[in-house]
């Protein structure tokens, strides 16, 4: 099984910055995508940002200039750096990993989710 923990959530003002981090655990044969998606009020949870394999990113279009995910192999770690940060972007933040297993099965892991609340 993967473990996710995520942290680095908080209150911040308009235009601040915050950086979200999600370790992944457990046993982990390859780690796929990393990506980060968040969840407002009374919305659905949305793809925020995507972390391949091979290195490439893509970003929804409302973040894209402001946010950059990054990962760390290594560490089996997923960065996501907001900065400029808008009311907008008060979220629930959670990432999700996706793993392919030793015998070539396939895995989603979400995280327990972390709070980002950006107000004056």
């Known amino acids: 099984q993967v473990q996710l923990v995520e942290s680095g959530g908080g209150l911040v003002q308009p235009g601040g910055s915050l950086r979200l981090s999600c370790v992944a655990s457990?046993?982990?044969?390859?780690?796929?995508?990393m990506d980060w998606y968040r969840q407002a009020p009374e919305k659905e949870r949305e793809l925020v940002a995507t972390?391949?394999?091979?290195?490439?990113?893509n970003y929804a279009d409302s973040v894209k200039g402001r946010f950059t995910i990054s990962r760390d192999n290594a560490k089996n770690t997923v960065y996501l750096q907001m900065n400029n940060l808008k009311s907008e972007d008060t979220a629930v933040y959670y990432c999700?990993?996706?793993?392919?297993?030793?015998?070539?099965?396939?895995?989603?892991?979400w995280g327990q989710g972390t709070q980002v609340t950006v107000s004056s």
């Open positions: 999700n990993v996706r793993t392919t297993t030793v015998v070539g099965s396939t895995t989603s892991t």
């Open positions: 457990g046993i982990i044969f390859r780690i796929n995508a």
């Open positions: 972390s391949s394999s091979g290195g490439s990113t």
